[in-house]
């Protein structure tokens, strides 16, 4: 069904929050609120750099992605033990299918952990946990990506990948995260090769604060299925035309791009037009303890900065199944989901 039933935009707020949606974009470890990590510091011992919980989130005013990754590894040094990544999974994916999030694809970073001599059984069992447990509980469809930091090496990248491996079936790809700026995908190439050989999904960010060079090498090198961001593809016509030809999902952050100034605020953010050139767009939250928002907030937000209407909310619920990784006939049963709460909304 191409056309959606006519809803009132009256009804738009409450149609974002109870459509069904997939969540396609999120980091765990940028889940973790700061009382959860006051919570976590506490038993485990860790002494954190900020006295209280509002002096920590009050240090949440960024100027760029740099300055949001120095306080998000600081508040990941708190996840110890395999209980704690669990109980930061569990938290999260309440959230989610509180906003009717019916499908979460989490990435979580690794080597942010190993690095400090946490086990990766440890990370994977713990986060591996909360998804089984979540979906038994309230349904929610849940899966892991493990993504190799961008800022680091490609051989530290082939280590993270064969300490996971033993782990193989409780994730179901590899993503590319961290610092864009200066570490072009290109820098990961044969350790992509890799992953694909072994079945394993792929997905990048690329055209966040990058250029659309790194999208066009997202793609054709490491032969990513998704591109995470991906806003600047408009500055290249050439681009704009491949990932519309090719349906090649981006899955978009808006509060977390006009956190990170990557637009000047909402009301100039590109979704709209992303969504009008035809590709495959989607809303998700990226970091929504740091960013100001939940996967709802970012919907909420971004319609009311950019006026878009209730066809929009429904291309955009749609193309968050269609890019998801899930069995096509969970796909067809959250189409028919969708369709069902347009009806009810369009009856009002
Ligand atoms: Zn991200």
């Given at each position: 069904?191409?056309?959606?039933?006519?809803?009132?935009?009256?009804?738009?707020?409450?149609?974002?929050?109870?459509?069904?949606?997939?969540?396609?974009?999120?980091?765990?470890?940028?889940?973790?609120?700061?009382?959860?990590?006051?919570?976590?510091?506490?038993?485990?011992?860790?002494?954190l750099?900020?006295?209280?919980?509002?002096?920590?989130?009050?240090?949440?005013?960024?100027?760029?992605l740099?300055?949001?990754?120095?306080i998000?590894?600081?508040?990941?040094?708190v996840?110890?033990?395999?209980?704690d990544?669990?109980?930061?999974?569990?938290?999260?994916?309440?959230?989610?299918?509180?906003?009717?999030?019916?499908?979460?694809?989490?990435?979580?970073?690794?080597?942010?952990?190993?690095?400090?001599?946490?086990?990766?059984?440890?990370?994977?069992?713990?986060?591996?946990?909360?998804?089984?447990?979540?979906?038994?509980?309230?349904?929610i469809?849940?899966?892991?990506?493990?993504?190799?930091?961008?800022?680091?090496s490609?051989?530290?990248?082939?280590?993270?990948?064969?300490?996971?491996?033993?782990?193989?079936?409780?994730?179901?790809?590899?993503?590319?995260?961290?610092?864009?700026?200066?570490?072009?995908?290109?820098?990961?190439?044969?350790?992509?090769?890799?992953?694909?050989?072994?079945?394993?999904?792929?997905?990048?960010?690329?055209?966040?604060?990058?250029?659309?060079?790194?999208?066009?090498?997202?793609?054709?090198?490491?032969?990513?299925?998704?591109?995470?961001?991906?806003?600047?593809?408009?500055?290249?016509?050439?681009?704009?035309?491949?990932?519309?030809?090719?349906?090649?999902?981006?899955?978009?952050?808006?509060?977390?791009?006009?956190?990170?100034?990557?637009?000047?605020?909402?009301?100039?953010?590109?979704?709209?037009?992303?969504?009008?050139?035809?590709?495959?767009?989607?809303?998700?939250?990226?970091?929504?303890?740091?960013?100001?928002?939940?996967?709802?907030?970012?919907?909420?937000?971004?319609?009311?900065?950019?006026?878009?209407?209730?066809?929009?909310?429904?291309?955009?619920?749609?193309?968050?199944?269609?890019?998801?990784?899930?069995?096509?006939?969970?796909?067809?049963?959250?189409?028919?989901?969708?369709?069902?709460?347009?009806?009810?909304?369009?009856?009002?």
């Amino acid at each position: 069904m191409l056309v959606p039933p006519p809803v009132d935009a009256a009804h738009l707020p409450a149609l974002l929050q109870a459509m069904p949606k997939a969540e396609l974009h999120i980091h765990i470890e940028g889940s973790l609120e700061p009382e959860l990590i006051f919570e976590l510091a506490e038993r485990n011992g860790v002494r954190l750099p900020y006295a209280s919980v509002e002096a920590l989130r009050s240090a949440y005013a960024f100027s760029d992605l740099q300055s949001f990754l120095d306080i998000y590894y600081a508040g990941a040094s708190v996840l110890l033990h395999e209980q704690d990544f669990y109980d930061m999974a569990r938290a999260y994916l309440a959230r989610a299918a509180g906003d009717n999030v019916v499908r979460a694809e989490i990435f979580f970073d690794p080597q942010t952990h190993t690095a400090r001599g946490v086990s990766m059984q440890t990370v994977i069992q713990g986060l591996h946990r909360a998804c089984v447990d979540a979906q038994r509980e309230s349904g929610i469809s849940a899966a892991l990506i493990l993504c190799f930091l961008r800022h680091l090496s490609e051989e530290e990248a082939f280590a993270t990948l064969e300490q996971a491996l033993p782990l193989r079936d409780q994730f179901i790809g590899v993503g590319l995260d961290s610092s864009e700026l200066g570490h072009p995908p290109e820098k990961f190439e044969r350790v992509f090769a890799r992953c694909r050989e072994l079945g394993l999904h792929r997905v990048a960010h690329a055209g966040e604060e990058g250029p659309p060079a790194y999208i066009w090498s997202a793609l054709d090198v490491l032969h990513a299925e998704r591109i995470d961001h991906g806003v600047q593809a408009l500055k290249d016509e050439a681009l704009v035309a491949r990932l519309a030809s090719e349906r090649v999902p981006l899955t978009v952050c808006p509060l977390s791009n006009q956190k990170l100034c990557v637009f000047p605020d909402l009301a100039r953010h590109n979704l709209r037009q992303l969504l009008d050139a035809g590709l495959c767009a989607t809303v998700n939250s990226d970091d929504p303890a740091y960013f100001g928002g939940y996967i709802n907030d970012n919907f909420l937000q971004v319609f009311a900065a950019t006026g878009m209407t209730p066809a929009h909310a429904w291309q955009l619920a749609r193309n968050s199944f269609q890019a998801s990784f899930a069995p096509e006939a969970d796909k067809r049963a959250w189409e028919v989901r969708l369709k069902s709460v347009f009806s009810d909304f369009s009856g009002r």
